[in-house]
């Protein structure tokens, strides 16, 4: 089937969510990599959590929130809590991205994100990298209240650009999300970055792919 829209996640996919804790490295300490990956867990089991319980809060609070647990834990000096959440703000994008999607871009598809994330954040993630020219639609779960990987999620740009789930190249870093989208339907790819092994969660992806570059090589 024809491909019609390229949709990627935002969060360990097109932005890497350790940047924030290495860049105040120096300050938190050897233990920075281990302390970005328990909030990375605590922050996505919150949103799991919040979604199974129906109290949704937004992924800024969530962010928030699972930041204090996760400072807690490791002994970080709370003053650093600020400096932490405003790096979270401007995350950096993987080295790949930019160029990646000036070559999608010249393919006359529809790019789009759909996250989690807020869409002041997803705003100011594009904005900050310089990345605000190169997609058509920011797709947050705000719009339906509830975090992937609930079915209407997925359902957003299928609603937007009025076509089938399976005109959806679908790229993540995360199994679940990459489940949740090939089980909904998507062409889901898997980005997997850090050489892990997938999830058995009824979906296994045609493709996976070590970086966003080979997504070129593959379409």
């Known amino acids: 089937m024809e491909t019609k829209a390229i949709v990627f996640d935002a969060y360990g996919t097109l932005f890497n969510v350790n940047s924030a804790a290495e860049k105040c490295k120096d300050k938190i300490g050897d233990r920075w990599e281990a302390f970005a990956n328990f909030w990375r867990i605590t922050q996505l089991e919150y949103t799991w959590l919040r979604s199974l319980m129906e109290r949704h809060k937004d992924f800024w609070a969530i962010t928030e929130d699972s930041l204090d647990k996760s400072m807690k834990v490791f002994g970080i ?17 993987y080295p790949e991205v930019k160029e990646v999607l000036d070559n999608l871009k010249k393919k006359n598809l529809k790019l789009s994100i759909l996250s989690n994330g807020t869409p002041t954040l997803l705003n100011n993630l594009v904005k900050s990298n310089n990345l605000n020219n190169l997609f058509d639609d920011l797709f947050s779960v705000e719009e339906v209240k509830v975090y992937k990987p609930v079915s209407k999620v997925y359902d957003l740009p299928v609603k937007r650009y009025q076509i089938k789930p399976q005109e959806i190249i679908f790229l993540s870093a995360n199994t679940w999300d990459v489940s949740g989208g090939g089980n909904y339907g998507y062409n889901a790819v898997w980005v997997n970055r850090n050489k892990s092994k997938f999830d058995n969660l009824d979906y296994q992806p045609k493709y996976e792919i070590g970086n966003l570059s080979q997504l070129l090589e593959i379409f």
């Open 77 to 93: 000096d709370m003053n650093m809590k600020d400096d932490l959440l405003n790096l979270y703000k401007i995350l950096s994008p």
